[in-house]
Structure formats: C-alpha cells, structure tokens
C-alpha cells in the first residue's frame, strides 16, 4: 500500500503544484505580490474536502456519470483561465501594470481548481482507509511522501523558472502554459470518453514499454505535457486543437504587444 499511495498522491499532487510553480514564477516576473496564493491554497483544500465528502451525490448525478462530467468541466474552465492569465502576462510585459486584479483572480481561481480537483481525489483515497487502522499508517506515509516528491519537484521547477534570464523567461512559460493547457483538454475529452459522452475509441499506440504512466519521469511527463501512454484519436485531437487555439491567440496577443510603448518592469 506504501508505494501504491506514492504514486497516487504523486501524481494528483504534481500536476498542481507544476501549474503553482508555473504561476509563482510569473507573479515574482510582475513583481506582484504573493498573497493570491494563499487564498487559491484555502479555496483548493476547502474545495477538495467539501467536494470529496459530496462526491457520492455528484457520482449519481447524469445517469451516474457526474463526476466524470464535473471533472471534465473544471479541466475546461482550467484551460480557460490559463489562456487568460497567458494573454494577461503578455499585455503586462512592457510593464503597463493593467488589469492586475483580474490576472490576480484568475490564477487564484485556475490553482483553487486545481487543487480542489486533485486534492478530492486525495481526500477519496484516504478516507477509504479510515476505518482499516491496519493499513491507515502506510497509506498516510505514502501519501506524506507522494505529496513531499510533488511539491518538491514543484519548487526546484519554480527556481529553475525564477533563475532564466528576465527576456526569456515569459516566453517559457508561455509555452509551459500552453502545454499544460493542452493536457487538460486531453484528460477533459478522456472524462468525457468515461462518461459515453464521445465514442469509445481503441488506442492509437501504446508507449507503455518505453515511459510507463506510473514511473516519475511518466508522472513528470503527465502534469507537465499532458503524456498519454495510450491516448484515443478524440484524445490527440483534443490536445493538439487545446493546443493550437491557445498558441494562436497568445502569438496573437504577443504581436499585439509589441506596438505598446515600453515601461519599466516592477521586480
């Protein structure tokens, strides 16, 4: 049960904590202050906890498919934001200083999603286990250590982002975010494949043998690309069509921009 609750808790942990590094990096680039990030944590755990203690209501709802579908629509309304807060971070790159308060509030809300998503899943796990004293200890270590590896890897990746050279370092993270945005659309259409919603498809290839979903480096690959050992043909559409959409109006925005007269940055 020790490793089985690693790589669960791992793999539910990193995927937020990859997105709050991502978002950390670009407030410390504005110079913004970092108080955004106390209440999208707050939100998230409070979220997760009450969404998890309901999740047996919302399973039940659409014929049973209602996790599936919830699930589904906050990766939509994750990528939403995160194509904001990208196109927000591009106008305020000559340092306008404009519509902060909405980039604020949008990362709040995209990490709060993101947490209450992955931490009800953490919450469903563990209160599995409750009531089974004989296993409870090993699950409750292995969730400390899948959630310190995630967090981990989280904060060496928000240093490695802080530490690039200032006129690099948005446009990496652009493309972060676009991919991260790409992955979600991916996971939302296999919900959504779950749920009946899209046709069942058979896989296109299988690249389990040479990255393995469940190994760290899949795990990585996972939360930060979207990595799909077995993806569907309504899977790749859906990410190279997240993709494709998003990097268009950022490459929109970003020649926008350049017509702006430049101002010195904060921090």
């Known amino acids: ?32 202050q970092m108080r955004w990030i106390f209440m999208a944590l707050a939100g998230g755990i409070l979220g997760s906890i009450a969404y998890g203690a309901g999740i047996g209501a919302v399973s039940e709802a659409f014929d049973g498919m209602g996790q599936e579908l919830m699930n589904a629509a906050m990766q939509f309304a994750i990528y939403g934001l995160l194509l904001l807060v990208g196109i927000l971070l591009i106008w305020n790159r000559t340092g306008r200083q404009q519509f902060l308060p909405l980039l604020q509030w949008s990362m709040v809300l995209a990490v709060a999603l993101a947490a209450l998503r992955e931490g009800s899943e953490v919450y469903v796990y563990l209160m ?8 409870l200890q090993s699950v409750l270590l292995g969730a400390l250590i899948g959630g310190g590896i995630g967090f981990s890897i989280g904060a060496l990746f928000y240093y490695l982002l802080v530490g690039l050279p200032k006129n690099r370092r948005l446009l990496v993270v652009l493309v972060l975010l676009t991919l991260v945005a790409a992955g979600l659309c991916l996971q939302a259409t296999q919900l959504l494949e779950q749920a009946d919603w899209l046709p069942a498809q058979v896989p296109l290839w299988d690249t389990s043998a040479l990255l393995s979903e469940n190994s760290l480096l899949g795990q990585l690959f996972y939360s930060l690309l979207g990595y799909e050992a077995t993806p569907t043909r309504n899977a790749v559409t859906a990410y190279l069509g997240g993709m494709s959409l998003m990097a268009t109006l950022l490459f929109a925005a970003w020649a926008k921009s350049r017509s702006l007269p430049e101002k010195g940055l904060n921090g």
């Open 1 to 32: 049960m020790l490793l089985t609750s690693v790589i669960l808790v791992l793999r539910e942990v990193l995927e937020a904590a990859l997105l709050l590094s991502i978002l950390l990096a670009m407030s410390h680039y504005l110079g913004l």
């Open 128 to 135: 599995a286990f409750r009531h089974q004293a004989d296993l």
